[in-house]
């Protein structure tokens, strides 16, 4: 605000004073107004455009809202009962809710349009997501709601049949499925692939990419760090290894039994192991995709992944032939695809004569891919979203 004026001693009289005061007064109302204004038009936009509430109930969920739309959520504590976040893309209002207190009838739904995140795996994971689709449809039925999409974790073998009834297509009310692994019913029109991303549930971070991860030598050409089941193709990669002494050049830590939560150590050697290796070797487990493409990816250290269908119903979808992995595929992600793991010496063989300098332009490039590939999903979602939930314009 204006003090009185004062200079040479205090006898200098400002006769403009009264005038100024009055001017300002006028000036902080016109603030105001404008102010006032703006609100309500920024308002009247909002009301025009999409509200969108997603609730997280599977773990991919955080994928969605902290990988591919870089978004946060309050508390941080990964143990939270309850946390939610919020962000404006496109022409649409996101806020996001995850957490164990977020229950069907005990939290309040603030938009028209609902993403559900949900959990398909396996029958116990079905049961209760049938029960979210369920207060979903009430919703719908009650006209609280207007559309909802899914984001499902799909089985590993893609055997969704149970989905299938809930689709607008099949006469249910989700009006779009993005689904993950390759289900034989994407169709780019309401069934999308979805990328099964980092192990969230493991509460795998958001990795920034810095100088040193893309500038310095790494101690390993490669890692393996994972469970090695009997007559799967990770014995023959492990007596590979074994047989040519490469693996006293890469990081290798198999175990006989899969370990759904990794202790401290465990887990800070995984990032550790594939910081420090030039590339990342994923063998095939029940289904091609797995969380560790992605988290190679956030280290720079590149995946040479064993390209074979894995048995189930995954594949041959009516467009696409390049399963498995043809999200990635078709994203063209930068990647070593291989058949057998007999072609791997000659990899490494290569690899060793690689220069540094070489090394960082293939890091630069795998992490500037893999940062447009989430800048495109998230992209591809909204739009999908919007071309979906508002009513068009062409009327």
């Known amino acids: 605000g204006f003090t009185d004026h004062v200079a ?39 009301q025009t455009s999409l509200r969108v509430q997603i609730w997280g109930k599977a773990a991919i969920g955080l994928y969605l809202w902290q990988h591919i739309f870089g978004g946060h959520l309050e508390p941080a504590d990964v143990t939270a009962q309850w946390r939610e976040g919020s962000q404006k893309a496109g022409k649409t209002y996101f806020s996001f809710l995850t957490g164990p207190s977020v229950v069907p009838g005990y939290f309040s739904v603030e938009a028209e349009h609902v993403v559900l995140v949900l959990n398909g795996r396996e029958p116990a994971k079905i049961a209760y997501a049938t029960q979210w689709l369920h207060y979903a449809q009430t919703l719908m039925e009650t006209r609280k709601i207007q559309h909802v999409a899914v984001v499902l974790l799909g089985n590993e073998q893609c055997n969704n049949a149970w989905i299938q009834p809930y689709l607008k297509r099949n006469g249910g009310f989700v009006n779009l499925l993005f689904v993950t692994y390759d289900y034989a019913f994407v169709n780019e029109e309401d069934i999308f692939q979805w990328p099964l991303g ?10 920034e990419p810095s100088w040193s991860m893309l500038r310095d030598p790494r101690s390993y050409l490669c890692n393996f760090l994972g469970t090695v089941y009997k007559n799967s193709s990770r014995e ?7 047989q040519d002494g490469l693996d006293k050049l890469c990081w290798i830590a198999a175990r006989e039994q899969w ?17 420090q290796s030039d590339l990342t070797l994923c063998p095939v487990g029940i289904n091609t995709e797995c969380y560790r493409i992605y988290e190679a990816c956030s280290y720079g250290s590149l995946p040479v992944i064993e390209d074979v269908m894995t048995p189930g119903d995954c594949g041959n979808s009516s467009m696409y032939h390049s399963a498995p992995l043809q999200l990635l595929k078709t994203m063209g992600a930068p990647f070593i695809f291989i058949k057998n793991w007999k072609e791997l010496p000659a990899i490494l063989e290569k690899e060793k004569k690689m220069s540094l300098q070489e090394k960082i ?6 992490l500037e ?5 989430k800048a495109r999903l998230r992209q591809k979602f909204i739009n999908t979203l919007e071309n979906s939930f508002l009513p068009s314009e062409k009327g």
Request: charged share 30%; aromatic share 14%.
């Open 369 to 373: 891919w893999y940062q447009n590939f």
């Open 236 to 242: 023959t990669l492990m007596k590979i290894l074994k």
């Open 8 to 46: 040479l001693g205090n006898e200098e009289w400002n006769p403009w004073d009264a005038d100024e005061k009055n001017e300002l007064a006028a000036s902080q109302q016109r603030y105001e107004a404008n102010l006032k204004m703006i609100k309500y038009a920024r308002s009247h936009l909002e």
């Open 198 to 207: 980092v192990a969230t549930y493991r509460s795998f971070p958001v990795v």
């Open 361 to 366: 332009q293939r890091r630069k490039k795998l």
């Open 259 to 275: 370990q759904p939560q990794e202790t401290n150590e465990s887990f800070k050697n995984y990032q550790d192991a594939l910081l």
